[in-house]
């Protein structure tokens, strides 16, 4: 069974910095591309970042490029997304979301909270 | 960037009829098209790929159809446990692009 259980969620004030973490199981992870989708509470679904499964690419949603960088650890299945520069509106759910071109399976999300 | 727009909204839709759901998009996207059901407090779930592909486990009741820039989810027979959002998804092309969600509600 694909399991995605993403970490590092919280509040953190504007300004600050934030690495959220995926584990990810019941897949050759290494194998597959890995994504970060974002929602704002209340709002929609708005993809953040996919990285392929050697990281030789990576691509962001352009009004996020330069705050984001995504990784990946192969060898430990895990995925990560380091956040700087946090601003009000990037208090959303991160999803850890596994799929190359469509988003086939969903972590159950970590909740990221801008505020002072 | 593509931009995809769903509609309507929202959708008042009776348990046991039909309701059909839009997304178009602002250029071609083949029928490189997913749509994701989404209920309160959860995650989302695919539910159709490649325009109308059902993921594994969904049922016959959802299907999706059309090409180029005009898409439908339809769902048969409505159950209380299919209103929810669900959420159009091109990729097409880079960035990857939701539509803002159509939110399906009992009648």
């Known amino acids: 069974e694909v399991q995605l259980v993403e970490s590092g969620g919280g509040l953190v004030k504007p300004g600050g910095s934030l690495r959220l973490s995926c584990a990810a199981s019941?897949?050759?992870?290494?194998?597959?591309?890995m994504n970060w989708v974002r929602q704002a509470p209340g709002k929609g679904l708005e993809w953040v970042s996919t990285?392929?499964?050697?990281?030789?690419?990576?691509y962001y949603a352009d009004s996020l490029k330069g705050r984001f960088t995504t990784s990946r650890d192969n060898a430990k299945n895990s995925l990560y997304l380091e956040i700087n520069s946090l601003r009000a509106e990037d208090t959303a759910v991160y999803y850890c979301?596994?799929?190359?071109?469509?988003?086939?399976?969903w972590g159950l999300g970590t909740l990221v909270t801008v505020s002072s | 960037e593509i931009v995809m727009t769903q509609s309507p909204a929202t959708l008042s839709v009776s348990p046991g009829e039909r309701a059909s759901l839009s997304c178009r998009a602002s250029?071609?996207?083949?029928?490189?098209l997913a749509w994701y059901q989404q209920k309160p407090g959860q995650a989302p779930r695919l539910l159709i790929y490649?325009?109308?592909s059902r993921a594994t486990g969904i049922p016959a009741r959802f299907s999706g159809s059309g090409t180029g820039t005009e898409f439908t989810l339809t769902i048969n027979s409505l159950q209380t446990g299919d209103f929810a959002a669900y959420y159009c998804?091109?990729?097409?092309?880079?960035?990857?692009?939701f539509g803002q969600g159509t939110k399906l509600e009992i009648k």
């Open positions: 990285i392929t499964s050697g990281s030789s690419f990576i």
């Open positions: 019941g897949f050759t992870f290494s194998t597959y591309s």
């Open positions: 250029q071609s996207i083949s029928n490189q």
């Open positions: 490649a325009t109308s």
């Open positions: 998804q091109q990729y097409n092309a880079w960035p990857r692009t």
């Open positions: 979301v596994y799929g190359s071109s469509f988003f086939q399976h």
